[in-house]
């Protein structure tokens, strides 16, 4: 009899309690021996879309120096192919329509004159869980170096890692009171307390260490309201600073500047136990974990997008766009804006404006880096008594 398959964040959980209590999960090991960062946000090469936090973890946790992984049809769909033997790496994800092949009265399926099945997309009422591997950019073929595609990122974005890290800072309009020999969050003031700059290493870990606790004051009850008040070193306190811990990672994956686990080092063996005793807290801690980096991360989209209000988002042929665990290929695009998309397996469907498959590529062209959405059951309300977070 086969042992009964464990769920995607059970199998996390156990492999990140024991990298925790190792000293060698990616939360651990910041930067590399050459001073770059250890982990950098994974992102969909083809499409430039990221994943979840879950997912990010889940990808991290494998140990490749290359951020680039992709399904083995978006893969083939790019002209490359899997390599032999290479295995891939299990995600969830939020599915919410299928392509079916269109059938006739008695099940026979309908086949154009091109030769191929026509299909037709079931929007789903409510999300179903999804399940794909992905594999690393290492373990694909032929694929185009590593170094050529962060040049092209980095010629893409007009400011360095520690502008954008300022950027963020600055645009959070958060309350920052520099001054003492601590880093904290006071929720009772709403105000971060940060030592002086010159207290720290370098500019780099000063960042870091404000990025950390603009992650707790996402917490206040006129944001993000998550359950703040255990006591200092307690299991609740914990809690937080482990979203916050993540929230951090993602963050400064993304800016590509790292975080700084040093202080925090003291919390592992409570996460670790935290882990094994209830698995399911990883998925919920990631899942709050992607909702402050979603909102810390959106502050300077959503202004730039304010700033372009008014550029209309549309179709052009060649697009490939990602969406429900798929790519689509624009084929054609029509005067009465309908368009003929293909999607990674081949199939071949026309797409109105009315149809809802139309409105939801037009929202995943228009933003292609949000993470993937993530499911998560409701969070525990946790008390305890402490203002002072994240010291």
Sequence with gaps: MSKQFKPLFEQLAEKLSAELRAGTSPLQKPIKENGMPA???????????GYSALNTIALALKGHDDPRWMSAEAA???????????????????????????????????????????TRTVEFAKPEKGVAFLFNAEQIKDFPPLEDFLKK???????TPIERAEKLIADS?????????????DKAKDEIHLPEKDQFENETKYLQAAIHQLAHWTGHE???????????????????????AIASMLIGGELKIGHNFGPHAAYATNWAKTLKDDPYELSKAAYDA?????????????????????????FKKGDQIA??????????????KNIKVEDANGGRINVKPTDVLYKSLLEAKANPMEPEMVISEEQEQEQGQTNKIGR
Excluded: C, W
């Design 76 to 118: 083939r769909y790019a002209g490359n192919y899997v390599k032999e033997d290479a295995k891939g790496t299990l995600i969830n994800f939020p599915k919410t329509s299928d392509i079916q092949a269109i059938r006739t009265p008695d099940g026979a399926k309908v086949v154009g004159e091109d030769g191929k099945t026509q």
């Design 173 to 185: 309009k958060a309350v920052i009171v520099h001054g003492g020999q601590e880093a904290f969050y």
């Design 39 to 49: 982990f950098v946000t994974p992102i969909n090469p083809i499409t430039g879309k």
């Design 323 to 336: 969406y429900s665990d798929t790519t689509y290929k624009v084929l054609e695009t029509y005067k009465n």
């Design 222 to 244: 006129s944001r993000q309201k998550r359950p703040m008040e255990g006591r200092f070193g307690s299991q609740e306190y914990g809690r937080e600073e482990f979203r916050a």
């Design 153 to 159: 990122q980095q010629e893409a974005q007009p400011l």
């Design 290 to 314: 992607q909702r402050i980096a979603s909102m810390l991360l959106g502050v300077g989209k959503k202004k730039e997008i304010k700033e372009g209000a008014g550029v209309e988002v549309g």
